[in-house]
């Protein structure tokens, strides 16, 4: 009875729960089990939903641009040792980083260990231009350890400040150390939210959290941060905790073998 106990609390110290068993990477949510009139996902999933409206047909809040520059969601949750991410936006994810024509690319994702205002690891989204902000990095999924950020064009108050940049919320990646890949894909689809007739636009990726370990995450928590290049709008979202480190899985590994094992024995 004994040795059932110490597995038992084991294998719930170590385990990760979600009520989604499986997600597959293909730009769609449907099995993140999303609503489409409210955007709240499944059992078990974390998320912040920011599907604002304004006067003015602007339907973003904070910041300014329209549903084209609008962050409406984002999720996030660990399944094994994966972590998935999903967000759900009206910027097209082809929109062309040209900001004298006032148009500009998709921000990569950033990922704040320790949620301390430093973004130690960044998972690249391409964005191309017609001048020399355009992506330097030129690979979609690429995930960098101890990147150097771009910002955008407001400032912590929400006024008009490229000079002075919300350090917050970074853009997208100038460079940093290229450690692996993110699986990643994009889709879109009518029907969703408040506006239902907007086309919204959607990331889904997942990645393997020993790449987390190997960019410096100490297991403590962090959170995920998403905008455009212009930082127009922002989103942030905290993924379920705690994650044991990759040595404490080993172990439990061995410690269940040694009681089963004991059991045998007696």
């Not at 150390?177 to 919204?200: Q, R």
């Not at 404490?248 to 045998?264: E, F, H, K, Y």
């Amino acid at each position: 009875m004994k040795t059932r106990f110490f597995i038992a609390t084991a294998l719930v110290s170590f385990t990760l729960s979600s009520t989604v068993s499986a997600l597959t990477i293909d730009g769609n949510l449907s099995d993140w089990g999303v609503n489409p009139s409210t955007w709240a996902p499944a059992s078990g999933i974390h998320y912040v939903i920011e599907d604002q409206t304004g006067s003015g047909g602007y339907y973003l809040d904070p910041g300014w641009g329209g549903q084209a520059y609008d962050a409406e969601a984002i999720y996030t949750t660990i399944i094994g040792s994966t972590l998935y991410i999903a967000l759900a936006t009206g910027h097209n994810p082809n929109t062309v980083q040209n900001p004298a024509n006032n148009s500009f690319g998709a921000g990569d994702f950033a990922i704040d260990f320790g949620k301390n205002g430093i973004f130690d690891l960044g998972i690249n989204i391409v964005h191309n231009g017609t001048n020399a902000n355009a992506d330097p990095l030129q690979m979609s999924g690429g995930v960098y350890k101890n990147p150097v950020w771009n910002y955008g064009l407001w400032n912590s108050s929400g006024a008009y400040d490229p000079g002075h940049p919300d350090r917050a919320h970074p853009t997208h990646m100038q460079s940093g150390t290229h450690i692996g890949n993110a699986t990643i894909a994009t889709g879109s689809a009518t029907g969703y939210g408040s506006k239902s007739s907007d086309l919204h636009y959607f990331y889904e990726m997942s990645l393997d959290l020993s790449l987390l370990w190997s960019a410096g995450w100490d297991g403590n928590p962090f959170n995920i941060n998403w905008t455009e290049n212009c930082a127009n709008d922002s989103i942030v979202v905290d993924p379920p905790f705690h994650v044991p480190e990759p040595s404490s899985l080993a172990l439990l590994g061995i410690t269940l073998l040694g009681l089963r094992s004991m059991r045998r024995r007696s």
